[in-house]
């Protein structure tokens, strides 16, 4: 069974540091890892997805990478700011025979001091 | 291009009622999967649904059901609600078929049960 677990569970930073949001699996047959951005009370918002041949994607401020291998994934975050605090997750996919469910870890809760 | 889109938003339930959720996928996705949030267990996938068939399903009990129609909207049904089942229904849709399996999630039903 699929186990994802996210580290630090809570996170509060000054405004302009640079980041890692840490996120590790159990079993490294997947498909895809998916991380996302949650804020209170809304849904959830992809920021990135990483395929399981990728070792890392970019967008703007934000750099994730797998090591599918070793069972890790890291959301790099530059520059922070506080329009970025928001609770952070990452998910996993297994192989397309298990179809689009996810296994999400509990998340990491970023807060941006300005 | 307009988003996954959930209704209601919001309800309130008494236990012992029943409620039915509904899911607008992204125009051309035809997988739907539907995921329960609360605090305490965090993401758990409930089902998933592809050309109006169920090809995945969690572990929830059988008070939990949903069906998809023929255009990919998708409803999911509680009946005889616990005061367990509060909590934020989230639905996802993906683009089958394509090598990224992205999924992209709606703002989330929330249902309070009384």
């Known amino acids: 069974k699929q186990e994802v677990t996210q580290i630090p569970a809570a996170l509060s930073v000054p405004e302009g540091e640079n980041l890692v949001l840490n996120c590790s699996f159990t079993?490294?047959?997947?498909?895809?890892l998916q991380w996302f951005r949650q804020d209170p009370g809304k849904g959830l918002t992809s920021l990135l997805l990483?395929?399981?041949?990728?070792r890392e994607q970019t967008s703007g401020r934000l750099n994730a990478s797998l090591d599918k291998s070793s069972g890790r994934s890291t959301l790099y975050i530059a520059a922070s700011q506080p329009g970025d605090s928001a609770t952070y997750l990452c998910?996993?996919?297994?192989?397309?025979?298990?179809?689009?469910?996810?296994?999400f870890g509990e998340g990491t809760q970023l807060t941006v001091n300005p | 291009k307009a988003g996954v889109t959930q209704t209601p938003r919001y309800l309130i339930k008494t236990r012992g009622q029943q409620v039915t959720l509904s899911c607008s996928p992204i125009?051309?996705?035809?997988?739907v999967s539907w995921y329960q949030q609360t605090p305490g267990q965090g993401l758990q996938f409930l089902f998933e649904?592809?050309?109006?068939?169920?090809?995945n399903k969690g572990n929830f009990p059988g008070r939990f059901s949903g069906r998809q129609f023929s255009n990919s909207r998708s409803e999911m049904n509680v009946s005889t609600l616990e005061l367990g089942d509060s909590a934020l229904y989230l639905c996802?849709?993906?683009?089958?078929?394509?090598?990224?399996?992205?999924?992209?999630f709606g703002e989330g039903s929330r249902l309070t049960v009384l």
């Open positions: 649904y592809f050309s109006e068939t169920q090809r």
């Open positions: 125009s051309g996705h035809r997988s």
């Open positions: 998910a996993v996919r297994p192989v397309p025979e298990g179809g689009s469910r996810l296994t």
């Open positions: 996802a849709s993906s683009l089958e078929g394509q090598n990224t399996g992205e999924l992209f």
């Open positions: 990483i395929q399981s041949s990728q």
């Open positions: 079993d490294s047959a997947i498909y895809n």
